[in-house]
């Protein structure tokens, strides 16, 4: 069964960048999304690829901000994060696409660990 590894969490001061990695422990070509969590708050979506890399979804709440990318050959989907703000404080989680509506966490499965991004006020 596929694992998700993501990583390239860490501490970035409002305003900053992050580059957000998911590293799958197969070649298999899926579909990804990336999911967040805060504390105390429901898990989110920030953003989707497709197998082919197109099109992909990104979050109102991050659009303009965030791009996801995906690289076949290394077996990896990235999370470029720019213009960081306090609200983006979250544990990041990827996780493969099963089928349905993009944004439905329920759609989802093989969830990593997930990496701490946090960005104080």
């Known amino acids: 069964q596929v694992q998700l590894v993501e990583s390239g969490g860490g501490l970035v001061q409002a305003g900053g960048s992050l580059r957000l990695s998911c590293t799958a422990s197969?070649?298999?070509?899926?579909?990804v999304g990336w999911f967040r969590q805060a504390p105390g708050k429901e898990r989110e979506f920030v953003a989707h690829?497709?197998?082919?890399?197109?099109?992909?979804y990104h979050a109102n709440s991050v659009k303009g901000r965030f791009a996801i990318s995906r690289d076949n050959a290394e077996n990896s989907v990235s999370l470029q994060m720019n213009s960081l703000k306090p609200e983006d404080t979250a544990v990041y989680s990827c996780t493969i696409y099963s089928g349905g509506n993009v944004y439905d966490a329920m759609k989802y499965w093989g969830w990593g660990k997930g990496t701490l991004v946090t960005v104080p006020s």
């Open positions: 690829i497709p197998w082919s890399g197109s099109p992909a």
């Open positions: 197969e070649r298999a070509v899926r579909s």
